[in-house]
């Protein structure tokens, strides 16, 4: 058996997996993050570690399996992130995770020095402070008697992985969301590094994903109720395991997207992708010689969560599928929605960017904003969909994966609006933890290979475009461009 964690945004994901990677069960533990006013958003890093001890116990109990039967541990993790460590490898302050971006004066510093073209092509990704690069320069500049106890450098699942191991590593699809790498080189950038004054022995070594890191230690034996000398395989970032967990290993794999907090359209590719609107990014894949060129929104379901707090207060079950029954009984015509909730990557890259209802009337309800809310997101991904498009990658089928891909109304619309059958996979909300699943089993040498990833879930929905409704979304994405370019101007300017 396996054990593989997925450290999102809201919680450990800790799920149990035959050795060859089929989904047995999964519990999920939760823990909070503390956002505020000016782009702040963190983490206790302690709370992903007390998070995999208790979601590890949970699993085991659950499932009734015994701890010896364990083979392997693998990890997913939340990318992007800046978590920083005192010489003992203790975080020194709380995690700033993907969704902060304090560090705009930080990434518009690193622009000048390097420019944003160069840069861009050099790193497969705008310098801009959803990154970790600029976040650490951040705590430097603002937090100084803090910066000068950091020795070491990191993202979730390599502290995590330190703590059970000894051993901190990163690998290549983390080290690439950074802004730190060089993508061609496989490396850190020493020309980045500079530029941002910042010393390379502050990152981690980069090594193989599918590496085994070590053997458990005995203390975190002991905090997860597994086996000491269990061995712990090191995984990689949600992005590029979500992309495995779905099955898509190389460019004949076609398109998915990921409706989770985040959201994004990703392919695999055998070269990164440089986009000349810089719309899009591109990962290191888990899978060697492999990227994932993605575009990725910071509010996609997290958009979807904000109006079901706002609308409907509370965490009863159903929620969600109330509000969406009734928001596909409307037409929204007129009303649009901006998901820029926490500032906006792909396709804009604007830490200013608000969110926002354009065109409310008196006759709207609940179930008009909620369907604004989902076109939206819908809108915004179709600006990233028609990125790839223009690049050479069709983008004709979309396997669908994220909590959100259980919304039949979501992924009709997505289909409506990109004009693309879109597919909601057997595997919905645990694609990272698969995805992580496989890779360990790669590295235990459980399995020869991922090749292994196609045949772990199968298709059990289909959503094909109506030809009326994609013209009609087409002119009327064009309006939500509009609305979008006419309002940036007075992003900068409000008073935030």
Request: hydrophobic letters at 45%.
């Amino acid at each position: 058996m396996i054990i593989a964690h997925d450290l999102g945004t809201t919680g450990d994901k800790a799920s149990l997996h035959t050795d060859d990677g089929r989904l047995v069960a999964a519990v999920t533990q939760s823990y909070d993050t503390h956002f505020g006013p000016g782009g702040v958003a963190e983490q206790n890093p302690d709370d992903w570690w007390t998070a995999v001890g208790t979601a590890t116990r949970r699993l085991l109990e659950h499932t009734g399996t015994p701890a010896h039967q364990v083979r392997a541990v693998g990890f997913s993790g939340q990318m992007m992130g800046a978590v920083l460590l005192d010489a003992a490898h203790r975080p020194v302050r709380p995690a700033l995770i993907w969704a902060d971006h304090r560090s705009a004066a930080q990434a518009d510093a690193l622009n000048t020095a390097l420019g944003e073209q160069a840069a861009y092509r050099l790193l497969g990704h705008r310098v801009h402070p959803t990154y970790s690069l600029t976040k650490v320069c951040w705590v430097r500049e603002h937090e100084p008697a803090v910066f000068a106890r950091v020795a070491h450098v990191c993202l979730a699942k390599d502290y995590v992985v330190h703590r059970l191991t000894g051993t901190l590593v990163t690998d290549p699809s983390d080290a690439s969301s950074t802004n730190a790498y060089d993508q061609a080189a496989g490396t850190w950038s020493a020309e980045v590094l500079a530029a941002a004054g910042l010393d390379p022995a502050l990152f981690p070594p980069i090594v193989p994903a599918t590496t085994v890191v070590g053997p458990l230690l005995a203390s975190a034996a002991e905090a997860t109720g597994l086996v000491a000398g269990t061995p712990v395989v090191l995984g990689g970032g949600d992005g590029p395991l979500a992309a495995l967990g779905a099955g898509v290993l190389d460019p004949t794999d076609g398109a998915y997207t990921y409706l989770g907090s985040s959201s994004w359209v990703s392919v695999s590719a055998a070269a990164p992708l440089h986009d000349p609107g810089m719309r899009t990014m591109t990962f290191d894949h888990v899978v060697p010689g492999r990227y994932v060129p993605t575009a990725t929104m910071q509010a996609g379901g997290a958009s979807l969560e904000w109006a079901a707090d706002v609308l409907r207060p509370g965490r009863e079950p159903g929620r969600f599928t109330d509000l969406t029954r009734a928001a596909a009984e409307v037409d929204t015509a007129g009303l649009y929605f901006l998901p820029h909730l926490l500032g906006e990557r792909s396709p804009y890259w604007n830490a200013a960017a608000a969110g926002g209802f354009v065109g409310l009337a008196r006759h709207h309800t609940q179930a008009h904003l909620t369907r604004a809310v989902l076109e939206g997101v819908a809108f915004n991904l179709a600006t990233c969909v028609r990125a790839f498009r223009e690049a050479g990658h069709p983008v004709d089928r979309v396997d669908a994966i994220g909590g959100g891909a259980a919304s039949d109304l979501w992924l009709q619309v997505l289909a409506d609006v990109w004009g693309a059958t879109v597919r909601r996979r057997s595997i919905v909300e645990e694609a990272n933890s698969l995805g992580a699943a496989v890779t360990a089993a790669v590295g235990a040498g459980l399995v020869d290979d991922f090749a292994v990833a196609r045949q772990l879930s199968e298709v059990t929905a289909e959503f094909t475009p109506d030809a009326d409704r994609h013209r009609d979304y087409q002119r009327r994405h064009e309006v939500f461009l509009d609305a979008y370019q006419r309002l940036e101007p007075w992003f900068e300017r409000r008073d935030r």
